[in-house]
């Protein structure tokens, strides 16, 4: 039974599971601990009118349909941090910001999301169709910088990495959901 085995790790990797939390970082009911929250890294992320920078705007593209949230987090740009969850970044003190609004009608969507200073980051884009939250692999779509093919697990986050400027930087993201049991891919119509 090695298949089904492999086929449950691929599957919590690429809905962003993470290791063990590390053993400096306060548990459940000890002093220090924050729990998880969808409010979480929004303090500061949301762009101001006539926004001067640093910032993001990300360019959302190849949504599957028109429902529930659209989602952009910032990550420091590790592959330990990247994806991880966003209390742990928050309590240890790392980089995460979050900004989420409702999926627009009709068209790409812009998203902009402030950046304490320019630098390397990494970045994910998450089509909350069932405005849970929290990431469905068989509902919602994902993005990442450089657009690539997102196939057992997350991508490394050298692959996903970019360099915010001291302004706007503008980033293209195309959505990728479920095509397969172990692959993402864009949404095709039709």
Same mark, same amino acid.
């Not at 919590?12 to 970082?25: N, R, S």
């Not at 987090?73 to 742990?88: I, R, S």
């Not at 970019?162 to 959901?177: D, E, K, V």
């Given at each position: ?49 006539? @926004? ?27 592959? @330990? ?18 900004? @989420? ?90």
């Amino acid at each position: 039974m090695i298949l089904p085995r492999f086929a449950l790790i691929c599957l919590l990797a690429l809905a962003g599971a993470t290791a063990a939390p590390a053993a400096d970082l306060p548990r459940p009911g000890q002093p220090g601990y924050i729990r998880p929250s969808p409010d979480l890294g929004k303090t500061d992320a949301q762009c101001r009118a006539g @926004e001067a920078g640093p910032a993001i705007v990300v360019t959302v593209d190849g949504f599957r349909d028109r429902v529930g949230m659209a989602r952009v987090e910032v990550y420091p740009p590790t592959d @330990e941090d990247f994806l991880q969850a966003d209390n742990k970044l928050v309590m240890a003190g790392k980089l995460f910001r979050r900004v @989420e609004v409702p999926v627009t009608p009709s068209g790409p969507m812009q998203l902009c999301i402030r950046v304490p200073s320019p630098g390397n980051y990494t970045l994910s884009v998450l089509h909350d169709r069932d405005s849970n939250h929290k990431y469905g692999l068989s509902v919602d779509g994902v993005g990442v910088p450089n657009n690539p093919r997102i196939c057992f697990g997350k991508p490394r986050a050298a692959a996903v990495t970019f360099r915010a400027g001291p302004g706007i930087t503008t980033l293209p993201i195309t959505l990728q959901y479920r095509r397969s049991l172990f692959c993402l891919g864009p949404h095709n119509p039709g």
